[in-house]
């Protein structure tokens, strides 16, 4: 071979060995080393394809000169054409003519207008002694030029190829090693500073922790199960604040609590006139939520009419508002939740087979309080700690009222006893909460399990009307929500005008203004 031909050689592995030092970034530094080899050799339509042990498939991970169709094309099982025959022996193959070889598949179409003889060179990319995929080649030969010299110089290719391979699964595994320990820490971090976390330390609450700082780092959509009340709006708000969209906006929408005349228009907005009262044009939720999260609780109760267009925000990241023909690309990370059997909605007709298959992806359960009797010491002590400092009292549970509390089936979970500890930390007269004193929260309309914990009911001194109980739910939200309305309106489910309706209707302006007033006193002094 003249020499020239071997100056150039070895200029262009000069230049690929500077590619490979100075990337990162796999596809585009093969295809940029194939371009090289290309420009400067004349291996024309070069590719790199790998094996996918997912399935058990070749397929081009990499090419210059094939077009994108053309590209997607080139998928061989590894018994099949010249590249599963190098594949399957690691050793070159060399097809001087590709019209006569029967074992050339020309899968990707790339071949079938071209001009004179095309031969074909292909060598096995090798790591530790392992194929891992083939380096193919097109050459157009003269007779008195042989090939041997293209072989040896695609060999020493495809093993700075493998070593280069090999350098970039061990940076993404050590980038996944990187993520979950961030995650791990920013998760300790947010315990350490009162931000969102879990309490409990039984197996089963230990495990729901363990999946989400796992699935936490990733985009994937996340459903969790559980019976009303378990927490699963805490743990979406987790699974944001340790994922990379912690700094764009965190979206709840209760697909139960809005009329569903309503609810297409909150999820995807509006545009003006679209319907009677659409006196302007309005973003969805979903446009909201933006590079950031949105939570659907109660996804089982989406209208069939709805679900279609979740599904095409899935698929395609794509809306388009009430009234408009505009589509709006979004980019938004799903997180969902249900109290329901969605495998049964979908066996009944109610729920959509594709769309149950998009939302499943990885499914979270979170399990009842009654299955984690371990954790309620702890969680009790969590929001006694949590009325201390919303009240100003510390308060304590006598050892039999404690004794009941653990026995106690929790029908409403967390949520109730939440409700419950500070019902109890308004109405106490005294620091030491009883079990005569519970009893008068607890028993009446408790089923006879619950009796059985408490032991006799004692009539309560005083029984509590419907009208107080929404009042005292209304006022505790309020005082969890910084005296914000609309922000205790969107905790109870409810709009801002139905709020500001039952704030009046409590006569709860002085309250709030009063609650305001020793949230900015008490913001100063700290």
């Known amino acids: ?30 295809e940029h080393v ?33 077009t994108p169709e053309e590209k997607r094309r080139g998928v061989y099982r590894l018994d099949e054409g010249v590249t599963g025959r190098i594949f399957q022996t690691g050793e070159p193959y060399f097809v001087p003519d590709i019209d006569k070889e029967p074992l050339f598949l020309d899968r990707t179409g ?14 096995p990319i090798m790591l530790h002694g392992t194929p891992i995929g083939v380096l193919n080649v097109d050459r157009i030969f003269s007779d008195d030029i042989g090939f041997e010299e293209d072989i040896d110089f695609l060999k020493v290719v495809s093993t700075l190829i493998g070593q280069f391979i090999s350098l970039n699964e061990k940076i993404m595994e050590r980038e996944a090693v990187l993520k979950r320990e961030n995650t791990s820490l920013k998760y300790q971090i947010s315990k350490s500073t009162k931000g969102p976390y879990i309490v409990g330390q039984s197996q089963a609450m230990t495990e729901v922790q363990r999946q989400m700082e796992k699935v936490s780092p990733t985009r994937a959509t996340v459903l969790l199960l559980g019976e009303s009340g378990v927490g699963k709006t805490l743990i979406a708000r987790i699974i944001h604040e340790l994922s990379e969209r912690a700094q764009y906006p965190f ?62 925000v899935l698929q395609d990241k794509e809306l388009e508002r009430l009234g408009s023909n505009r589509t709006r690309h979004i980019d938004v990370r799903i997180l969902t939740a249900t109290n329901r059997d969605l495998g049964d909605l979908v066996e009944h007709g109610k729920f959509r087979l594709d769309l149950y298959y998009r939302l499943n992806v990885f499914p979270i359960r979170v399990p009842a309080l009654r299955e984690r009797k371990e954790d309620i010491p702890g969680l009790l002590n969590h929001f ?12 304590h549970f006598t050892p039999t009222a404690l004794d009941a509390l653990i026995r106690y089936d929790w029908p409403g979970n967390v949520r109730e006893m939440q409700n419950l500890i500070e019902r109890l930390v308004i109405m106490s007269e005294t620091e030491r909460i009883s079990l005569e004193f519970l009893k008068s929260y607890l028993a009446p309309g408790q089923s006879a399990t619950t009796q059985e914990v408490l032991g006799p ?57 009063e609650g305001r007033a020793r949230l900015r006193r008490r913001r100063k002094t700290n």
């Open 384 to 395: 006694m700690r949590r009325m201390a400092e919303d009240y100003g009292r510390i308060m």
């Open 1 to 30: 071979m003249p020499r020239s031909v071997n100056g150039m050689k070895h200029g262009a592995l000069l230049a690929i060995c500077q590619v490979i030092d100075q990337s990162i970034e796999l596809e585009s530094a093969l």
């Open 251 to 312: 979206i709840k929408v209760n697909c139960a609590s809005i009329p569903e005349n309503l609810l297409e228009s909150e999820l995807f907005g509006h545009e003006k006139g679209a319907f009677t009262g659409a006196t302007n044009s309005r973003p969805g939720r979903f446009e909201e939520a933006d590079s950031g999260t949105i939570f659907l609780d109660e996804i089982g109760e989406l209208p069939m009419g709805l679900q279609a267009k979740l599904l095409r």
């Open 457 to 513: 009911a004692v009539a309560p001194a005083h029984q509590t009307s419907l009208k107080e109980v929404e009042r005292n739910e209304v006022l505790a939200a309020l005082e969890r929500n910084d005296w914000l309305q609309y922000k205790a309106a969107e905790a109870l489910g409810l709009t801002a005008r139905q709020m500001g309706y039952r704030v009046k209707k409590y006569n709860l302006e002085s309250m709030i203004a």
């Open 34 to 66: 194939l371009r090289i080899m290309s420009d400067e050799l004349s291996m024309q339509r070069a590719t790199v394809t790998l094996y996918d042990p997912e399935t058990g498939q070749l397929s081009i991970n990499a090419s210059y000169g094939l």
């Open 110 to 123: 790339a071949r079938r207008l071209k001009r004179g003889m095309i031969s074909f060179i292909g060598v």
